[in-house]
Structures are given as C-alpha cells and as structure tokens.
C-alpha cells in the first residue's frame, strides 16, 4: 500500500515516526501569553462580579426558604391528595434547586471571575525512582529467601494446597439459601388433587368459569382453583400455573396426535408463562389468533397450537389438557404434560419424568 | 514531642483558616499532605467533568439512599394496603412496595427524595458511560493508567449491578417482571442455572427472600466495593496526575493546568452543587419510575412497553434481537438429555461478554501492536487516532443497536411501523452497523486531519475576495500565529511498525500477526505538516487557493 494515503505532498518520501522525529516538527511555542479579563483591568467588571456572585448566594437561601416553608406549610396529613403531594414534591425540588444552583454558579462565577485565572505549569515526576525500585526488589528478594520457602517445599506445597482448600467452607455455608430444585419446576398446582380435577378460576377473583361463558373469541386470565386460598406461597405458585383461555373456530385449530381431547369445543388454554425467559404472554390479538409477549415479542400461533413464528422464544407454549365436568365448569384434566416457563437444564428430564 | 518544635518556630498564619490549619497540623502533622496538595495543578477542559459528575451523582446518591432507608421495609411478607393512595386502597401487596408507597405519599420529601435518588442512578451510570467514553477516545488509558481504566470498567460492572438491585426494590409489577427475566436468563445457564436460581430466589421463583437480599447488596456490599473502588480510582489519578489535552507549552513532562487551591477547588466544589442542582430540578419536575402506576407484583399481569432502566437495556435488547427458531432450526438443543438453551444464553452473555473483554484488554491489544512503551500524559485528539477513534465509535454503535432494540416495541407503535420490521432492521444492524460505523468514522477523522493540514500548511479563510491584476480571483488566507498553528501540527502520526525478528533472528507468526495488526492501524495516514512544508507553501505565494485545490487532490486520491 505503500504512502498511498499518507497525506504527506507526493514529493516527500518521507513520514515522521512514533519516538524518532526523522522530519524536523514545529517548535512547541510554549504557553501562550496569558490575557487579562475584564475583572482584572476595570475596577467596576470586579465590583460587579463580586455582587452578581453575592446575588447567586442569596439566590440560594431563598431556595432554602422555599424548601422549608414547603416542607413545614403543606401538610399531607390533613390533605393527602395527589395534587398536593405532587405541589410539595415541586416545590421541595425547586427550593433544592435554588439554594444548590445559587451556591454552585456562585462559586464557579467567583473562580472564573475574580480568583487569579493564571494558568500553572508544573512538573510531573516519575512515578517511581530507579533508586526505590532497587532497594524494593532487594527487599523482597531478602524476605523470600529469609523465608526459606524456596528451599523447602514441603511447606510451599503444603501451604498452597491448605489456602486452595480453604475457602471451600466459604462456599459451603450458602448451601441454606434455598432449597434443592429437585423436580419441583416439572409441577404444578393444576395436577389433580385427591383425583377430584381443577377448576380454571378466573384471575384475581378465582370464580369458576362455565364453557358457555367462553365465547368465539374471547380469551380469559386463569388461574386454579385454591390458588387464593393457600396458606402460604401464593406468588410462587401462580407464577407457573397461570393460563389463557380462549376459544376459535374448531375448524381453526390444528391438533397434533395425542391432542385430540386436549380442548373443549375449540375452547384451549396454554400457559400463560412465556417460554423464553418467562414474562407473562398477555398480549391475544384475536383477528390473527397470535399470543404476543410483552417483554421481548415472542408471537406464537394460536391455531398451531402456539407453534413460535416470531421472535426470541424458542419452544410452543405448554398446552393445558381441559374439559368439562358434571356442572359445565371448565376443569384441567391433568398437570401440564412438560414443565412450563423457560428452559433450565434438567427440563428435558423433567419432561420424561412427567410422561413416563 | 515533635509538637512543641514545630510550635516554636516564629511563623504566625495570616488567616484565621491558616491558624485554625496550624493548630490541627500541631497534632495530626498534615502540613506534608497540604504541601502537596494544596497547590497541585490541575489541567482544565468541559470533557473532564464527566468524572465529576459520577463522582458528585454517586455522593447524592449515598445521602439520598441513606434517607431512604430510614423508612423503606425490605420484607416481601403480605400486606393490605392502607396509605393515602386511593386507587389501591386495601389491595393486597408486600410490605416493602406498601413502605414504597408510603414513602411516595406519606412521608414529607419522601417523594422527592425517591425521585432524586432514581435520577442520580441514571445520571451516575450514563455520567460514567460517558467518562469512559472520553478516556478511550482520547487514549487516556495508555501508560500509565491502563490498571485505572480496568478500575473504571469495574466501577462500570458495579454501578449496573447496583441500578439493577436498586430499581427491583419496590417489588411493584415493573420490577417483578425484571426479576421474572433474570430468573429466566439465570436458568438458561448450563449445569448450575436451576441451582442459582433456587438459591437465589430462597426456593421458587419469586419466593419471598430475594427482596432482603437485594436489599443487602443493593445498601451495603456494591456501594462499599464502589466506594472502594472510588478510592483506588481516585488514589491512581493523584499518583499519576491529571492528563492534558495537547496544546503550546504542553508536553509529556509537564502538567499545565489551574491549583487545585483556590480555583480548581472552588470550581470543582461549586459543580458539586451544580449537578445536585440539576438532579433536584430534576427530581422536582419529571416523574421517574411512578410505581403506583404498575401495583404490586403479581406473575399474571404485565404492562405493555415495559423496559428496564436504560443501562440494562443493552441486554435486553440483545434478547430481543436473537431468534429463537430460524426456519425449522432451533436454537435450543438437547444434548445428552439436558437442555441448552442457545436463544436466551448466547444474548445474555456474549455481546455482554465480547464488550467488557474488549474494554478490559484494550489498553494491552493496543499496546502490542504499536509496541510503544512509553508513558502518555497529552491526549490524543480523537481525530489523531483515527483507527483507534473508528473502533470506539463502532463499539459504541454495536452498543447502541442492542440499547435500541430494547425499544423496538415502542419505535414501531412511535413511528407505526410493523414491530417485526423493526426487529428484522435492528438485527441486520447488529452486524452491519459497527462494519458501517467503522468505515465511516476512519474516513471522517482521517479528513478532519487533512482540514488541519491544510489550514496548517495554507492559513484560515478570511472571506476576503480579491481579484488580481490578470482578472483572478482568489481568496485571501491569513497565516496562524504559533500557538494555534502548533495545536494544529503537534501531534504524533505513528507509522505501521513490519515484524521485526526476534533474539533468535525469527520472525515469529504472533509477531507477523501484530505487523499486519499494525499495518491495519496505522496505514492509512495524514502526517501532520512540517515547517519545510510550510515554507515550501509561502513560497507559492499568491497561488495559494489554487495550490490548496492541487494539494486536495493529492491527498485524497
């Protein structure tokens, strides 16, 4: 390539290189000469410096003022409507402001107005002398061979192998941060209890949905029945067992082999935990039949029986096997047939384990 | 002791300061310190403040943080909700989003305060991000202070790691969700993931111990390890001295600047203000984080649009972008009976990875291909560097299409076009944009140089028209004076450095490697003009204008 872009006239075969000055360079012309302000010549530029700076100093305790009679004067506890807590937080803010705004552009104007604006040079030293660097290595040469560890390495080896040791308690001691995951995330609370099956509840209020409810259409928020009334774990166990009910056109759905009893009159319910990294799908669009994922956009087909066909996820959504019992009440036949949520390393496993 | 003969000698202070300074000195002896710092020079420029100002953002942001402690609840144990909040009058919640909401409504400032807090993590993490920006682009963390731009990286780490506990917090559904997304990404690890994230949690997902932990390492182990590294930081700059800028009387040995007593002081000091100013007007008029909007976390609702904060969201973004199914294939795999989920690890981790590698080691990548040992104290102005200047600017561009890509769902409702494009557009620029970037930035500073040559070598345009005796007409340049011409010559043009042999006489593969590495830096070149040159342009006198067309020609064919 050559100098074929150097930038150098085409008569000068040569470059300037880094550390040898090969080409003769510019004199540096050292500082340039400094310039006076205003404040520094007229008497008047300083007085009136000094008074804007003393300006911006009061400035600031009227800020001060605003905040404590703010603070003080408007009393949330007589009135605690949302326009006066908003009042207060302005003008707590505006009073910070000014008495922080006052002090700093007051100080800034003095330093760059009247302190002396002569610009310094000084010196920079070696971070390290040669002399130091000497003694410091002798030192340390000194204090390994006083230490003999050179000569004798049973107790180098010893040593390392104590210190590799160690720390492993260090590690040990979170073993109580939470329990082991076993097989906990292959289940849910929709597996049948006592063989009576679950009712779809819906989300919050956990009423019991009747299939007639459902219409073309429409896509319900569900839970299982008893969520609400557990003692304890409320959140960890909505957090897998929530689900989204909707119904289509029978016509509409494909049904893969073994699916066939899966739904209720073209009524279906999926999981509503997104198999990606587990936000809520909550998002139906019920022209195209697309559940859509808020979070990161995972779109998965409906009618396929939420097959992926946009966006980060990378398995269907969990299929929930439902039905009807005696009362027309929507009903889980069984727990999921895979572990829902996102994929961890067991799941595979967690997979056969729940089929087999 | 050593008390009463320093107390002896006949030096009276002038000040009643000096006197208070003595009488301290008498007793703790700091008269050493104040000697060395007291007038220590300090060179002056708009782009070092960006430091200052995380410095100054991570200062409101410990005595914003301890005010809330006094009245935040850390507990995820359940709750109705009895403030003066209204719309969630008795609604079922955890104590900390009810201490949360209690400190929006209930407390005097307690708003503002929230408010101020938030806004300073955001100005703290973007100041950074900006401060580190200036570094690299000014090749302020070559020798000697490579080891301080790894610290700053760490600071970097820590103040996301520290935005991320903080803004999870409130447990309001926003954050939940947040946490919902880490728990996802954390699963996907291989072996371990399902283990860390039980630990993590305190059983299931989401338990009822995250809150509390977060808590700790959110108020006590990252801002301690921050503040540590504050110190270190802070230490390596007084060890070294600030760098300059490159300019007249400014050189490697020397550190031209104002004394830190009284301007510098006075002017950094005031900043302080100045920047709590801002975070207060801030804070006073732009809600940040309204929590009362999103409720309590529940795993079924999620809001749409939702995103993390903005330095997060290079992440998220990448989550965003990479597809989980290309045609029929996969990127989950099942391998041995276990599953390996490529969709959500590869984003998770690699440009996150790929990032902070490269930020680590650059001070040593680019150490070895130009060989050069010396120490830098004068910066580089970005344009001087400009292959260095083009793989910044196409770093920062990688990065900003990831942080893009965590809005795509809000520029498609913005701008009304199809979300799907969106993404499909982001992810062609994940890999073009910093190609693009590159070429573009390399061309851009390589003809900021040739301006400089050329105003060097030919004067400034004056706007004077002249017509000549023969009916030309020229424009008429006048000369710089010395000082602004040496800003416009004085710098180095490194050159590309062949493979030279080693001990042995062999020119080893590594170090082939390294000369094309540097042949790819530092080929193509605009040296900066020399005094021949300068004289040989006089010397065409009244043809400059003319001369300077031929002279264009030449240095960009």
């Known amino acids: 390539m050559g100098n074929h872009s150097d930038g150098s006239p085409n008569h000068s075969g040569t470059v300037a290189t880094a550390g040898q000055n090969a080409v003769e360079k510019f004199q540096d012309p050292g500082l340039p000469p400094h310039r006076l302000r205003l404040a520094d010549t007229d008497p008047r530029a300083a007085k009136r410096a000094e008074r804007q700076v003393a300006i911006l100093f009061g400035i600031s305790v009227i800020g001060t003022v605003i905040f404590l009679v703010s603070y003080f004067a408007i009393d949330l506890h007589t009135d605690g409507s949302i326009?006066?807590?908003?009042?207060?937080?302005?003008?707590?803010g505006l009073g910070t402001a000014f008495a922080m705004l006052g002090i700093g552009t007051g100080i800034v104007h003095w330093a760059k107005a009247l302190m002396p604006d002569h610009e310094v040079s000084e010196e920079?030293?070696?971070?390290?002398?040669?002399?130091?660097?000497?003694?410091?290595?002798?030192?340390?040469?000194?204090?390994?061979?006083?230490?003999?560890?050179?000569?004798r390495p049973l107790i180098r080896n010893t040593l390392l192998g104590a210190v590799a040791l160690a720390p492993l308690p260090a590690l040990a001691v979170f073993g109580d941060l939470g329990p082991r995951p076993d097989d906990k995330?292959?289940?849910?609370?929709?597996?049948?209890?006592?063989g009576k099956l679950k009712r779809l509840t819906r989300d919050p209020d956990g009423t019991p949905i009747k299939a007639s409810d459902v219409t073309i259409g429409s896509a319900f928020h569900v839970i299982p029945e008893g969520l609400n009334e557990l003692p304890e774990g409320k959140l960890s166990a909505k957090a897998k067992a929530v689900v989204l009910l909707m119904r289509l056109n029978p016509e509409d759905l494909t049904i893969s082999k073994g699916r066939e009893t899966w739904n209720y009159n073209g009524i279906v319910a999926y999981s509503k935990i997104c198999t990606h990294v587990g936000c809520p799908v909550a998002l139906y669009e019920q022209q195209t039949h697309h559940l859509l994922c808020p979070c990161h956009q995972s779109t998965f087909d409906l009618t396929k029986e939420c097959k992926v066909i946009f966006g980060p996820a990378s398995r269907p959504l969990p299929q929930l096997p439902i039905s009807v019992d005696a009362e027309g009440y929507l009903v889980a036949t069984s727990d999921f047939k895979e572990p829902v949520g996102p994929s961890y390393w067991e799941r595979d496993e967690h997979e056969r384990l729940i089929n087999s | 002791m050593s008390a009463s003969s320093t107390a002896e000698v006949p030096f009276t202070a002038k000040t009643k300061v000096g006197r208070i300074t003595d009488f301290v000195d008498q007793r703790v002896g700091g008269s050493?310190?104040?000697?060395?710092?007291?007038?220590?020079?300090?060179?002056?420029?708009?782009?070092?403040m960006f430091g200052e100002v995380a410095l100054y953002s991570?200062?409101?942001?410990?005595?914003s943080g301890t005010f809330l402690t006094f009245f935040f609840d850390p507990s995820m144990a359940e709750t109705h909700y009895s403030g003066s909040y209204t719309p969630l009058y008795n609604v079922e919640m955890s104590v900390a989003y009810n201490s949360s909401l209690n400190i929006s409504f209930d407390i005097r400032g307690g708003l503002f305060f929230r408010q101020v807090h938030h806004w300073a993590a955001l100005l703290f993490v973007a100041s950074l991000g900006v401060h580190m920006l200036r570094v690299f682009?000014?090749?302020?963390?070559?020798?000697?202070?490579?080891?301080?731009?790894?610290?700053?990286?760490?600071?970097?780490?820590?103040?996301?790691?520290?935005?991320?506990?903080?803004?999870?917090?409130?447990?309001?559904?926003?954050?939940?969700?947040g946490l919902r997304i880490i728990d996802g990404v954390i699963k996907s690890i291989p072996v371990i993931g399902t283990y860390i994230s039980f630990f993590l949690f305190g059983g299931e997902f989401p338990g009822t111990a995250i809150i509390g932990r977060l808590y700790v390492l959110h108020i006590l182990l990252v801002p301690a390890m921050i503040l540590l590294m504050?110190?270190?930081?802070?230490?390596?700059v007084v060890v070294h001295k600030h760098t300059q800028y490159p300019g007249p009387g400014?050189?490697?040995?020397?550190?031209?600047?104002?004394?830190?007593?009284?301007v510098y002081a006075a002017k950094a000091g005031g900043f302080f203000f100045i920047v709590f100013g801002v975070v207060a007007l801030m804070a006073a008029m732009f809600t940040i984080n309204p929590i009362w909007n999103y409720g309590p976390y529940d795993p079924s609702p999620v809001s749409a649009g939702t995103q993390p904060d903005w330095y997060i969201g290079f992440v998220d973004g990448a989550l965003r972008l990479m597809p989980g199914v290309v045609n029929d294939f996969h990127f989950e795999y099942i391998i041995f009976g276990h599953v390996l989920t490529l969709n959500v690890l590869l984003p998770a981790l690699v440009p996150a990875g790929i990032i902070f590698t490269v930020l680590f080691t650059y001070p040593w990548i680019e150490r070895w291909i130009t060989k050069d040992d010396r120490e830098h104290h004068v910066l580089d102005r970005p344009r001087n560097a400009p292959t260095r200047t083009a793989i910044g600017v196409a770093g920062f561009t990688w990065y900003c299409v990831m942080w893009a890509a965590a809005g795509s769902d809000l520029i498609a409702t913005h701008f009304h076009v199809a979300l799907n494009d969106v993404t499909y557009w982001l992810r062609a620029l994940f890999f073009l944009g910093p190609v693009f970037a590159f070429i573009v930035t390399k061309r851009v500073a390589l003809a900021l140089q040739r301006k400089d040559r050329e105003i060097a070598l030919h004067g400034r345009e004056t706007g004077r028209i002249v017509r000549l005796p023969h009916g030309e007409f020229i424009e008429v340049h006048a000369p710089l004076n010395d000082y602004k011409q040496y800003r416009l010559v004085g710098f180095e043009s490194p050159v590309p450095l062949p493979a030279e042999p080693n001990e042995h006489g062999v020119v080893t593969r590594k170090e082939k490697r390294r000369a094309a590495l540097s042949r790819w830096f530092f080929e193509d070149r605009v040296a900066p003009a020399t005094p021949a040159e300068l004289a040989a342009a006089h010397s065409h006198g009244h043809h400059e204008a003319i001369e300077s067309g031929d002279e264009q020609r030449t240095l960009s064919h």
């Open chain 2, 137 to 177: 682009f000014t090749g302020a963390f070559r020798k000697p202070r490579e080891m301080n731009w790894v610290v700053g990286g760490v600071l970097l780490i820590l103040a996301m790691a520290e935005g991320f506990t903080g803004y999870s917090l409130p447990d309001d559904l926003l954050s939940g969700n």
């Open chain 2, 250 to 262: 400014r050189n490697d040995g020397n550190v031209v600047g104002y004394p830190l007593g009284p």
């Open chain 1, 83 to 92: 326009a006066t807590i908003r009042t207060q937080n302005l003008l707590l």
């Open chain 2, 32 to 48: 050493g310190i104040l000697r060395e710092f007291g007038r220590k020079v300090f060179p002056d420029h708009w782009s070092f």
């Open chain 1, 185 to 194: 995330l292959a289940h849910t609370m929709w597996a049948p209890q006592d």
């Open chain 2, 58 to 63: 991570f200062v409101i942001l410990l005595m």
């Open chain 2, 230 to 236: 504050i110190v270190i930081h802070l230490f390596m």
């Open chain 1, 124 to 151: 920079r030293h070696a971070i390290r002398t040669e002399e130091d660097r000497q003694a410091a290595v002798r030192i340390v040469d000194d204090i390994v061979e006083e230490t003999g560890i050179k000569r």
